[in-house]
Nanobody, 118 residues
Framework: VQLQASGGGLVQPGGSLRLSCAAS????????MGWYRQAPGKQRELVAT???????NYADSVKGRFTISRDNAKNTVNLQMNSLKPEDTAVYYC?????????????WGQGTLVTVSS
């Protein structure tokens, strides 16, 4: 089982980016999915999570600007980021609790860099 994230890049303040993450492998079910980020010199922090039933939770710093969504049929989770600020610059990681025939475990993607700068 692996998670593959994509969509990072360089964007100007006020711009938008869409991150995507796809899970692959022998997956029985995916429970909660989410996005986290880690800025240079800082700890990894939660950005947004989404349950299998699409209930969402956001960090206060991104509420109203970011939207998390998922497609259970495709085992994907997306993060639409609008009105980006320089302080959103970080490596973004997707995460998912994945149930396989061996049981359930949290998995992490490899990270994708988002740089917000003029």
């Amino acid at each position: 089982v692996q998670l593959q994230a994509s969509g990072g890049g360089l964007v100007q303040p006020g711009g938008s980016l869409r991150l995507s993450c796809a899970a692959s492998g022998s997956i029985f079910r995916i429970n909660d999915m989410g996005w986290y980020r880690q800025a240079p010199g800082k700890q990894r922090e939660l950005v947004a999570t989404i349950t299998r039933g699409s209930s969402t939770n956001y960090a206060d710093s991104v509420k109203g600007r970011f939207t998390i969504s998922r497609d259970n049929a495709k085992n994907t989770v997306n993060l639409q980021m609008n009105s980006l600020k320089p302080e959103d610059t970080a490596v973004y990681y997707c995460s998912a609790f994945i149930v396989t025939a061996q049981g359930g475990s949290p998995y992490w993607g490899q990270g994708t860099l988002v740089t917000v700068s003029s």
